[in-house]
């Protein structure tokens, strides 16, 4: 309701306020802490792992997938300049994943080539803007957006432009999110889990794609590599004390392995009751050996508030036929 309110109104400072309001609900935080866990560990900071935290969470959390997407068009992008779209996310994947920052230099230069040959400019820029936050280049999502918007009537544009703004502007605050930082703390780690792992600024260069040179080989990147590390480095970044969670943990982890975290044990369980054959064997050896290191992130003491106007919860239309000890710990 409030990004509706945004959409209409994008200057109601009430509505942004109550936005992070709600998101510091303490089992809102601990949901998406939980949930970005199962993809990135707390004490992964390396830079990229930050955006994907970011990117995570913004899909977690919004409202307009579904509900605003007209047609199939404004999800796959105009058919006519598929193939040049498809390159472009590619790029946009290789800092997204791989922390490749020059990626995006040459991703706004193919999507630009993919508007200037786009029979469809309006759904063309939606798809762009929507790849971009999807990603967690909140930015980049919200200059497409804004001026696709400043061209059509797009109320479904307007409406993602409104939780795109509001990421890009408090996207230095999320609650269940830790400090940004350099990984250092990752490099610490894996000097007690794998010393022959990578160091985060060996990474890059040995995660490249291969298949980069071919597809990048018809453009120039949007800005010089130099100019854009200069830039980065005269941007001050954003920070805010929070008490909502105390990362100071991450700083004092001795690195060795410890008890799973209760999702993991939970799925460890499952696992075992799936079947006891050499494949479920060797997904449980792999869960057990994965996780070592990932951190339980223990429960709010407070029960979770529930909307009454909200139909009960029926375990058995997401989980199928459970038993009683099933039931106690859904």
């Known amino acids: 309701m409030c990004f509706d309110i945004l959409a209409l109104f994008p200057d109601c400072e009430e509505a942004k306020d109550l936005v992070y309001e709600l998101f510091c609900d303490e089992w809102t935080i601990y949901d998406n802490r939980v949930a970005i866990q199962r993809n990135i560990d ?7 792992q930050q955006r994907r935290r970011l990117a995570l969470s913004y899909r977690f959390m919004s409202r307009w997938e579904g509900k605003y997407a007209d047609d199939r068009e404004e999800r796959h992008g105009s058919s006519d300049v598929a193939k040049i779209l498809e390159d472009g996310k590619m790029e946009l994947l290789g ?8 990626c995006t230099d040459y991703a706004w230069t193919i999507f630009a080539a993919a508007l200037k040959k786009a029979k469809d400019l309006r759904t063309t820029l939606l798809w762009i803007g929507k790849q971009y936050a999807d990603l967690g280049f909140f930015a980049d999502s919200a200059e497409a957006l ?16 409104a939780e795109v703004v509001w990421w890009r502007d408090n996207a230095h605050r999320i609650p ?10 990752y490099d610490r780690m894996m000097d007690f889990i794998d010393p022959s792992a990578p160091k985060t600024k060996d990474y890059i260069r040995e995660a490249r794609n291969e298949n980069q040179k071919e597809r990048i080989a018809p453009y120039l990147p949007s800005i010089d590599s130099k100019l854009a590390n200069l830039f980065s480095a005269s941007t001050p970044e954003e920070k805010e004390e929070a008490d909502h969670v105390d990362w100071s943990f991450l700083d004092r982890d001795e690195g060795q392995p410890g ?6 044990k939970k799925q460890i369980r499952q696992l075992e009751k799936w079947g006891d054959d050499e494949l479920h064997k060797e997904m449980l050896e792999e869960m057990k050996r994965t996780h070592q290191w990932t951190r339980n ?3 709010p003491s407070t029960p979770k508030r ?3 106007n909200e139909p009960p919860f029926n375990p058995a239309d997401t989980f199928g036929d459970i038993d009683d000890e099933d039931l106690d710990e859904i």
């Open 42 to 48: 707390e004490w992964d900071d390396r830079p990229w």
């Open 95 to 102: 800092a997204y994943c791989l922390g490749d920052e020059e």
């Open 146 to 161: 804004g001026e696709l918007c400043s061209r059509f009537d797009a109320p479904n544009a307007r409406r993602l432009l």
């Open 176 to 185: 269940w999110i830790p400090p940004a930082g350099d990984g250092s703390r």
């Open 259 to 264: 008890e799973p975290a209760d999702w993991v």
């Open 297 to 299: 992130i223990p429960p």
């Open 306 to 308: 529930y909307d009454p």
